[in-house]
């Protein structure tokens, strides 16, 4: 066996044929909801999968790759600084994460109270000056499962009351992840609502710069999550494979 970390050729061709496929999906879902494909981002997840994985994404051209825990992208990123990548935090932060994960990513995912907000705009702020403010989503958690993580729609708004104070990162957008189904027509009924949300929220006087994005879909739902809005898309297993154990 070569080093996890070689050149392995054909494993840069099989994430080269996913990305193909995987932007084709994206166009035609676009296409049905009469919607320019260039405003859907596609965020490669490369959680539990080591650097070559992350050299093919980007031999794929995949710019945005999205890692869900900090401590594992901390590892990851500073082993890739001569890569152009934009890195997404798509998973939970923990509050005494926070300040360091402002730092090493350019967008997070999962804001869902208002401290958390407060310590990554405080994190965005420390340090070397950012190149640009940290983009901030907030995870909405619209099926009250106990277990996920999410702002409930009561509190979101409290977020972006908060959001206004925000000088190291700016919110721009709902995130969600739908409850686990195999049947992706179970889940149209959550992005639509997300959607919604975005539109009551605008409604209620949050501005609109603020929800400009959607995260919602990922490998087996995102042609849905498209249909009904999404403008950022997560997907890993259809471009890297099932994830190691
Ligand atoms: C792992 C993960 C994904 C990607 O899941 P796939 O089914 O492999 O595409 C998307 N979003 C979040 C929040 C994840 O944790």
């Given at each position: 066996?070569?080093?996890?970390?070689a050149?392995?050729?054909?494993?840069?061709?099989?994430v080269?044929?996913?990305?193909?496929?995987?932007?084709?999906?994206?166009?035609?879902?676009?296409?049905?909801?009469k919607?320019?494909?260039?405003?859907?981002?596609?965020?490669?997840v490369t959680?539990?999968?080591?650097?070559?994985?992350?050299r093919?994404?980007v031999?794929?051209?995949?710019?945005?790759?999205?890692?869900n825990?900090?401590?594992e992208?901390?590892?990851?990123?500073?082993a890739?600084t001569d890569?152009p990548?934009?890195w997404?935090?798509?998973?939970?932060?923990?509050s005494?994460?926070?300040?360091?994960a402002?730092?090493?990513f350019?967008?997070?995912?999962?804001?869902?109270?208002?401290?958390?907000?407060?310590?990554?705009?405080?994190?965005?702020?420390?340090?070397?000056?950012?190149?640009?403010p940290?983009s901030?989503?907030?995870?909405?958690?619209?099926?009250s499962?106990?277990?996920k993580?999410?702002?409930?729609?009561?509190?979101?708004?409290?977020?972006?009351?908060?959001a206004r104070?925000c000088?190291?990162?700016?919110?721009?957008?709902?995130?969600?992840?739908?409850?686990r189904?195999?049947?992706?027509?179970?889940?149209?009924?959550?992005?639509?609502r997300?959607?919604?949300?975005r539109?009551?929220?605008?409604?209620?006087?949050?501005?609109?710069?603020m929800l400009e994005?959607?995260?919602?879909?990922?490998?087996?739902?995102?042609?849905?999550a498209?249909e009904?809005?999404?403008?950022?898309?997560?997907?890993?297993?259809?471009?890297?494979?099932?994830?190691p154990?």
């Amino acid at each position: 066996m070569s080093s996890p970390d070689a050149f392995d050729p054909a494993l840069h061709a099989t994430v080269a044929a996913n990305a193909a496929r995987v932007r084709d999906q994206i166009a035609s879902a676009a296409s049905r909801a009469k919607r320019d494909p260039t405003s859907i981002r596609l965020v490669a997840v490369t959680k539990k999968f080591p650097l070559d994985h992350i050299r093919a994404a980007v031999g794929a051209r995949l710019v945005d790759l999205g890692e869900n825990r900090v401590q594992e992208a901390l590892t990851k990123i500073p082993a890739t600084t001569d890569l152009p990548i934009t890195w997404h935090l798509i998973g939970h932060v923990q509050s005494n994460k926070a300040r360091k994960a402002a730092k090493a990513f350019s967008w997070i995912h999962s804001v869902d109270s208002v401290s958390l907000l407060r310590r990554l705009d405080q994190g965005a702020q420390e340090g070397d000056q950012r190149p640009d403010p940290l983009s901030v989503l907030v995870q909405v958690d619209l099926a009250s499962e106990p277990t996920k993580h999410g702002a409930t729609p009561d509190a979101v708004l409290e977020i972006f009351s908060a959001a206004r104070e925000c000088k190291g990162a700016r919110v721009r957008g709902l995130m969600i992840i739908p409850p686990r189904s195999e049947e992706p027509e179970d889940v149209r009924v959550f992005f639509r609502r997300l959607r919604t949300l975005r539109d009551e929220l605008i409604d209620a006087g949050v501005p609109p710069e603020m929800l400009e994005e959607l995260s919602m879909g990922m490998s087996h739902d995102f042609e849905v999550a498209i249909e009904e809005g999404a403008t950022i898309v997560r997907v890993g297993t259809a471009l890297f494979g099932r994830r190691p154990a």
